[in-house]
């Protein structure tokens, strides 16, 4: 085989994977979020979100790695909710500990250490305590969506896996570990996301769980958030905001399971397609993705009468949280560095 004949068979199993990958991403979320909202999960998104998660990780996991992932988020889920039922009276102490730790967990991640249970323990750090000042019930639900999402997220990943096989090896489309400073990333991704967490303690809000994961997901992108990867990541939540508001008004106006599945398999597969193709901007997709489907699912759970300017308001909000995340992390992460 000549070498133009062999680089043309390399580019063809190359299109040939990012095809399937984008088909994986796409199926996957569509039926994760589909079953969560036929369920009657409190948060229907949960299972979308960590399948994305898991396919745009390094390639197809296997049986022991899934149980093991259930089995963290078992123990994630069980860790903080016990901080949370010893220190929900003492609100300052808790936030202490949740702080202590969402630092160790973000430096974790920046140094590129156990980040898969770093990033699931930061979920749980930061939501579990949040809902429970609100309501220990609430923090049940979201336990209970938890593990259960985790379970029929690896599900549905060998099963897009099964549907879509791989036909080349592909490059992980997740998020780098970060190259530098890892105390100032950490510090800084740590007060941005705290400074929301204390907000939504004090001021009980119905987004504040999507406005919290959607933070997380964009404080996990690389360190640098200036210039163009700022201005890409806001794109990337505005286009992921956008989306959804399409979407939950093409659903509510015909409201059926079948629909629900078409339409974020359509979006998916748009978002995924650019994912696919990998590069520096695969993670702006990848967070406009994780946004459409955590606004989406925040839209099919029950809303009030006028409920299409209620989501519509509730989507406004998510965008300005993440301009005010993306923007407080260039500036402190620069900040840090310098000293």
């Known amino acids: ?49 960590l399948a994305v998660q898991l396919l745009t990780g390094r390639g197809p996991i296997s049986v022991k790695q899934g149980l093991a992932f259930v089995a963290v988020m078992v123990a994630a889920c069980a860790f903080a909710t016990l901080l949370a039922q010893i220190l929900v009276d003492s609100p300052f102490v808790l936030l202490l500990a949740v702080s202590l730790l969402i630092f160790i967990e973000f430096l974790l991640l920046a140094r ?3 980040t898969g249970v770093a990033a699931i323990f930061l979920i749980t750090t930061a939501i579990v305590p949040l809902l429970a000042i609100e309501s220990m019930s609430v923090a049940y639900g979201l336990i209970h969506t938890l593990i259960a999402g985790s379970a029929l997220a690896v599900l549905l990943t060998f099963a897009a896996h099964a549907l879509f096989p791989a036909r080349a090896h592909a490059e992980p489309v997740s998020v780098r570990a970060e190259t ?31 406005v919290v994961l959607t933070v997380i997901g964009i404080l996990r992108q690389p360190a640098d958030l200036s210039g163009g990867t700022a201005a890409g990541l806001i794109l990337g939540n505005l286009v992921g905001g956008l989306a959804a508001t399409v979407a939950f008004s093409l659903i ?22 650019r994912i696919a193709r ?3 901007s695969a993670p702006i997709y990848t967070i406009g993705l994780m946004t459409f489907l955590i606004v989406l699912g925040l839209g099919l759970s029950p809303l009030p009468e006028d409920s299409g300017s209620l989501f519509i308001a509730r989507v ?24």
Do not use: K
């Open 278 to 280: 990998g590069g520096e």
């Open 180 to 210: 530098g400073a890892p105390v100032a990333v950490a510090l800084a991704n740590t007060a941005v996301l705290m400074s929301l967490v204390i907000y939504f303690m004090l001021t009980i809000s119905p987004v504040s769980i999507v």
């Open 316 to 339: 406004f909000d998510v965008m300005v949280a993440a301009i005010y995340a993306i923007g407080m992390a260039s500036l402190l992460r620069s900040a840090f560095r310098a000293r």
């Open 1 to 49: 085989m000549s070498a133009d004949a062999a680089t043309a068979q390399t580019r063809a199993e190359a299109a040939g994977e990012a095809h399937a990958l984008a088909f994986r991403i796409a199926s996957a979320a569509a039926a994760g979020l589909t079953l969560g909202e036929v369920l009657g999960w409190d948060f229907p998104f949960l299972p979308a979100m």
């Open 112 to 114: 590129g250490q156990a």
């Open 252 to 273: 509510t106006l015909l409201p059926s399971p079948a629909f629900l599945l078409l339409v974020v398999l359509l979006v998916g597969l748009l978002f995924g397609d």
